[in-house]
């Protein structure tokens, strides 16, 4: 067959046959007949031309003219084909293929050419039955958003394949519309074992049960201590006893009845479980603190630590919905109240760690973006609708109870960071009623009530930002202050009733009282942060209340570690003996495994009352001068309360660290010493104020040294 014959699809008009098979002559007639007609004359059943597009009928009447090319329609869309659309006239479309089908079986004229063209319209036939027959399926189902979505026109070149390898209509139609798009799409996703023939599926036992997570599981090492071969279960169970003993109820976000138990805790949540063990390996030899060569360290200390880090790196790196948990919340923040230890790894040939120094990861940067994570976490699945529970009802379960822990916990330390970094704080405490029956559930554990307090005065704090109209609480004005202190007192007053009954004697000596203090030193010393920075500038003026208040609280926030402390009366009163302090080992015992950020608070009190005194707002009494004094400070005497108190500080410190060169509080220890030392060089009569001064600036040295980004020194001007 000459080519010649072969009319292109791109030519005008598009006709597809030959020119001498458009028309053939009739028998026995003049007329002239045609092979083929156009889909609107076959409708009608009227005659047509065929010989053009628009046929010579459709172009008199202004009517749409189409004819039927390789199984397509052509007429609608050049080159590409039509859109077969999938509405009302599906059905009619597809009839009258057929009927076309019908003319090229009856004329044996068009040869080859008809024959082929006959099996390209016949697979397509069968390729709309099939699409058209499935989609009648779907719109069958009643009340299905996906149902109503597809009684919409679909293009032909949109038709998904009639079976899709993964997708079946089915997961569609249970699909939930109600989530978030992603969420929405990954609901949809084919699990991994779908998506493998089902002979090379890994086959458990003889029952034919697919494998595949659990062979994974095998392929990737554990993430957990114990898995890891670093500690043995029994070593573990260990360092959990040390946790819950001796550092749970100083922060207790965690459980102590339901995550006590090592070996089950590692199954549900490898990450909280290898954060407790990491805490409890600081205090693995305190029994025999002096004569260990590992600083009360575990041996392998340095081993848990990459593993806690493995953690956190595939947490930030490659994190999943599954990733957000309680767990992960709670071992976060454990990772922010007693961060990891840096130390370097060089072990002797016995395994025992050399004299590395060691340092604590804590500092501003690191806890607010730990802590920012964590928030994260918290508003992912949603954890502040705990403060929404009624926890009147005595039927509240635990899980609500143990979510309400973690929430105040997390308040407490974003409002921490508000008041040792100047970092504005994210979220705000539930109110007072609600805590109150938090603390005093008949199901709630031992430090829940202390909590509940610690929640209040985060309130106190708040309200304070909001009426000095800043977040970070650097423009803190007198009015604003006034009320906090008034709050203060009153908070004071009535928890001073509720945590008293029956508690020991020691518990002013714990949170919340030790927040407290804080917060009243954080507080008041604002505004005299411009005259202890500029010595010379004189820029402002402390009122004698705030300096006073500022300066007890410092005071105190030391002195209750005295055995004088305990028979001291609740209006805060301070002992005038001029005799030493003495130490009350019981609540040593609880400083000594306190969270990082209290050795700072408390490092930091001792420090205040030396920069206050040497830039002449008070005298070696502790009393506040009523103007800044431009004199140097007079000499101060061994039997005054500042020296007692400062040399007080430094026998905490030598206390909780008890000889240990590596402990985690060395670093806090060195300031208070330095500042010791510091007011020792007053007892001179002749006193050298340069080598005063330079002492001061060696002590803010050692106090920024260990990376601390001391907001209330920054803020006043110090630039080291």
Not at 126 to 136: K, P, V, Y
Not at 303 to 326: A, G, T, W
Not at 374 to 395: V, W
Not at 431 to 453: E, M, T
Request: hydrophobic letters at 40%; a neutral charge.
């Amino acid at each position: 067959m000459s080519s010649s014959r072969l009319t292109s699809r791109s030519a005008s008009p598009p006709t597809g046959l030959s020119a001498s098979n458009r028309r053939t002559l009739s028998p026995g007639s003049g007329h002239r007949r045609t092979s083929r007609a156009c889909l609107q004359c076959r409708k009608r059943k009227q005659r047509c031309d065929g010989a053009s597009v628009p046929c010579e009928r459709c172009q008199r009447v202004g009517k749409e003219c189409s004819f039927l090319l390789d199984g397509i329609i052509e007429g609608e869309k050049e080159n590409d084909g039509v859109e077969v659309k999938w509405g009302s006239g599906q059905a009619k479309v597809l009839q009258g293929m057929k009927d076309d089908m019908d003319i090229l079986r009856k004329d044996e004229s068009i040869g080859l050419i008809r024959h082929f063209r006959m099996e390209n319209a016949q697979r397509r036939i069968q390729h709309l039955e099939r699409g058209l027959s499935a989609r009648q399926d779907n719109l069958a189902r009643a009340g299905s958003p996906v149902a109503q979505i597809m009684q919409y026109d679909v293009p032909e070149t949109q038709v998904p394949p009639a079976n899709p390898p993964a997708l079946s209509p089915a997961a569609l139609i249970n699909g939930r519309f109600s989530h978030a798009p992603i969420q929405t799409l990954h609901g949809l996703l084919p699990s991994p074992s779908s998506l493998v023939p089902p002979s090379t599926l890994p086959q458990h036992g003889t029952n034919g049960v697919n494998n595949l997570d659990t062979q994974a599981r095998r392929r990737s090492p554990a993430l957990d201590p114990v898995s890891r071969g670093v500690l043995s279960a029994q070593e573990a169970q260990r360092l959990f006893d040390i946790f819950f003993a001796a550092c749970h109820e100083l922060a207790p976000c965690s459980s102590s009845k339901s995550q006590s138990n090592a070996s089950d805790l590692r199954q549900r949540s490898p990450f909280l479980f290898t954060s407790i063990c990491l805490i409890g390996a600081r205090y693995w030899e305190m029994d025999d603190p002096v004569s260990s060569t590992r600083n009360w360290l575990h041996p392998r200390y340095s081993d848990l630590v990459s593993i806690s880090d493995e953690h956190i790196r595939n947490l930030l790196l490659k994190p999943s919905s599954s990733d957000f948990n309680l767990s992960t919340i709670q071992a976060l923040l454990l990772s922010i109240q007693w961060p990891a230890l840096d130390i370097e790894s060089h072990t002797d040939g016995n395994g025992y760690m050399g004299d590395s120094p060691v340092k604590s990861r804590f500092n501003d940067a690191y806890a607010w973006l730990m802590i920012g994570i964590a928030i994260r976490f918290a508003k992912y699945i949603g954890l502040n609708d705990c403060t929404e529970i009624n926890y009147s009802d005595q039927n509240v379960d635990e899980d609500s109870l143990a979510k309400m822990r973690i929430w105040l916990n997390l308040i407490s330390i974003d409002r921490h960071l508000t008041l040792t970094a100047g970092l504005p704080a994210s979220l705000e405490a539930p109110p007072s009623h609600i805590v109150r029956a938090f603390g005093s559930h008949p199901k709630a554990q031992s430090g829940d009530l202390k909590l509940a307090g610690l929640s209040e005065l985060v309130s106190i704090v708040h309200r304070a930002a909001q009426a000095c109209g800043d977040v970070s609480l650097r423009r803190l004005d007198a009015i604003s202050l006034k009320v906090a202190n008034l709050e203060l007192d009153e908070w004071e007053k009535q928890w001073s009733l509720i945590l008293g009954i029956n508690n020991a004697p020691t518990f002013r000596q714990q949170m919340p009282f030790t927040a407290l203090r804080w917060y009243r030193l954080a507080l008041n010393a604002i505004p005299i942060g411009v005259a202890l920075g500029e010595v010379s500038g004189n820029l402002m003026t402390p009122t004698p209340t705030a300096l006073g208040t500022c300066v007890e609280a410092a005071f105190q926030l030391i002195w209750q570690y005295s055995s004088e402390a305990t028979s001291e009366r609740p209006e805060r009163g301070v002992p005038s003996s001029s005799a030493g302090y003495t130490m009350n080992f019981m609540a040593l015992s609880s400083f000594m495994f306190a969270v990082d950020s209290y050795w700072i608070t408390h490092a930091y009190a001792a420090v205040f009352l030396v920069l206050v005194y040497d830039r002449g707002c008070i005298d070696a009494e502790l009393n506040p001068y009523p103007y800044i004094s431009s004199e140097s400070p007079p000499p101060v005497l061994e039997s005054s309360r500042l020296y007692r108190i400062i040399r007080f500080a430094s026998t905490i410190f030598d206390g909780i660290c008890q000889g240990a060169t590596h402990h985690p509080a060395i670093q806090y220890r060195s300031i208070v010493a330095n500042a010791l030392h510091t007011l020792s060089q007053y007892k001179a009569q002749e006193i050298d104020i340069n080598a005063v001064g330079a002492g001061i600036d060696e002590m803010l040295n050692a106090l920024l040294d260990p990376g601390q980004d001391w907001a209330f020194l920054r803020d006043s001007g110090y630039t080291i």
